[in-house]
């Protein structure tokens, strides 16, 4: 060996760039090995989140939901709704009907991630396929990297397109500020969500307050840019409504199981959606209405929350305004971070450790998305109320599928039974290879639905329809299991495992000698045959 050549190598003959991806390996054990129970598809962060980590409480769902409305992103899509001629009763009725209808989906998409412990891009792979999970996993994170840059940008949006080199500083800032936030675990994130139900509520009050009394009320009549729709024009108008409403609420919708995997049973996720149902509406009725009491004072509809505050100042410029608009800034600040963490930030963490488990954890991808969001240049995605919904649409049409797929396939196909150790598998008798490690069917299906709506996504607001059809069935458990039970969720008692697995978990062991000593008639698994005795 030349003396260039064993420059490059380690006494212990391993090349510096090797030794380097060693050391930026995933550790998945307190021993700091890289070597995960479950395989290569496996760290620390896709398997089944341990006993100790499952803090969330009902009060904790709750929280994540009803806070995650108050933000510019929801003030906006009523006001903005405005700023293309619908009347405000058809958006309000229309904020009710869709928050009715998603809360629904949220509990039921949320339902597997709480039994069995796992997040969307473990979850994923008994739908999609060991393989297919991925294009599924990479279309999320692109989404959720894009509204994270966007949702940044809100903190500083110009009124006109484009941006200043001020408000480009005004981005970094408040970039560097929200940082900090990208280190926090999920498991850990609950109190941030807490502490902003409080806070946000209060800041979006106050400002209608002050926008009614220093307004003498609210011009709904002169806001109208149009006149009022009927027969066919009101329905279009409304169905525009819906279109764009759900596009606001669907990333919540397919990230909840990466945050409700730290709960311990459905019943704490019930307090989510009434959230949802509380939240949504409210603060989309908040902001036309602070939109209206600003157009009675200012003469302009402010479609942004930030182009209201930047009038008042104009207009009321003195201590006192600018104490109040800064406290009432800082407010919906710290409301972008908190919705950034859950809806962007910590989705693509999860997604980049489903996609690259030998050196990704969450916080490390979360890290990483906040880098990103530079990339996206999001002052050309926002620069007018019709390109901002024309965004919120684009992406409906790939997402919702997605959704339809995981709430079918857990509820309806599995009928909520979920072989944890078989999401981790490449083996082909594994219930989750399906065809090569794709699920033909779920994509078939998904590949459908984009192609109902896609010709309406370029030039119009427009709503679609999902069709999800059975065409075989699949398979539920490895062969060696498949004369196990298939009622609804009997493997929730022993969160996916079972007892004959080389991975079964130590702190399910334990009970189960408690249960044995107790009898077998006290309703628990059996977990030798996988017979539920309720």
Not at 123 to 144: D, E, K, N, Q
Not at 336 to 364: H, Q
Request: glycine letters at 8%.
């Amino acid at each position: 060996m030349t003396t260039h050549e064993s420059s490059g190598r380690a006494g212990n003959g391993i090349s510096r760039p090797r030794r380097l991806l060693e050391a930026v390996q995933v550790k998945n054990n307190e021993s700091g090995s890289s070597k995960s129970k479950f395989g290569k598809w496996s760290n620390i962060d896709l398997d089944p989140t341990p006993p100790s980590q499952r803090i969330w409480t009902s009060w904790s769902f709750f929280a994540y939901q009803f806070s995650i409305a108050f933000s510019p992103t929801t003030y906006n899509v009523g006001a903005s709704l405005y700023a293309i001629g619908l009347n405000w009763w058809t958006i309000f009725i229309a904020s009710i009907i869709v928050s009715i209808l998603i809360a629904i989906l949220l509990y039921l998409n949320s339902r597997g991630s709480v039994w069995y412990h796992i997040g969307y891009p473990t979850i994923i792979r008994s739908s999609a396929g060991i393989y297919g999970s991925l294009v599924y996993i990479a279309i999320r994170g692109v989404v959720a990297v894009l509204y994270m840059a966007i949702q940044s940008f809100y903190a500083i949006l110009p009124a006109s397109a484009g941006i200043t080199s001020s408000g480009l500083l005004a981005f970094g800032i408040l970039w560097l500020l929200q940082l900090p936030f990208a280190f926090i675990h999920p498991s850990k994130v609950n109190m941030v969500f807490r502490v902003k139900s409080v806070l946000a509520p209060i800041g979006l009050i106050a400002t209608l307050i002050w926008a009614l009394k220093s307004s003498g009320g609210a011009d709904f009549k002169g806001l109208s840019t149009s006149e009022e729709a009927r027969g066919p024009a009101l329905a279009w108008a409304f169905m525009k409504a819906i279109n764009a409403i759900v596009s606001n609420v669907i990333p919540p919708l397919v990230n909840i199981a990466d945050l409700a995997r730290y709960g311990s049973r459905p019943s704490q996720t019930i307090p989510m959606p009434v959230g949802l149902v509380i939240s949504k509406p409210l603060v989309t009725f908040l902001g036309m209405v602070i939109t209206a009491a600003g157009y009675k004072q200012f003469g302009e509809a402010y479609w942004n929350l930030w182009d209201f505050y930047s009038s008042v100042l104009d207009k009321y410029w003195g201590p006192g305004a600018r104490t109040l608009i800064f406290l009432a800034a800082a407010i919906q600040a710290f409301a972008t971070f908190a919705t950034n963490l859950s809806s962007n930030s910590i989705p693509v963490g999860s997604d980049l450790a489903g996609l690259f488990p030998k050196y990704f954890t969450i916080v490390r991808g979360q890290i990483l998305c906040f880098f990103l969001a530079w990339a996206c240049v999001p002052w050309k995605l926002t620069y007018s109320a019709a390109s901002f919904l024309s965004f919120l649409s684009s992406y409906l049409c790939f997402i919702c599928p997605i959704v339809a797929c995981m709430v079918v396939d857990y509820w309806l196909v599995r009928k909520g039974n979920l072989h944890v150790p078989s999401l981790y598998s490449t083996n082909p008798d594994s219930p989750y290879y399906f065809t090569k490690g794709f699920n033909l069917r779920a994509f078939g299906s998904w590949f459908a639905a984009i192609l109902i709506v896609i010709p309406g996504v370029a030039n119009t607001i427009a709503p679609g329809s999902i069709g999800i059809a059975a065409i075989w069935p699949v398979k539920l458990y490895p062969s060696k299991y498949s004369d196990r039970p298939k009622t609804w969720e009997c493997m929730r008692h022993t969160e996916g495992f079972f007892m004959e697995d080389d991975c079964y978990p130590e702190h399910l062991a334990e009970n189960t000698v408690l249960d044995a000593e107790k009898g077998s008639d006290d309703g628990k698994m059996d977990t030798k045959k996988g017979m539920s005795q309720e």
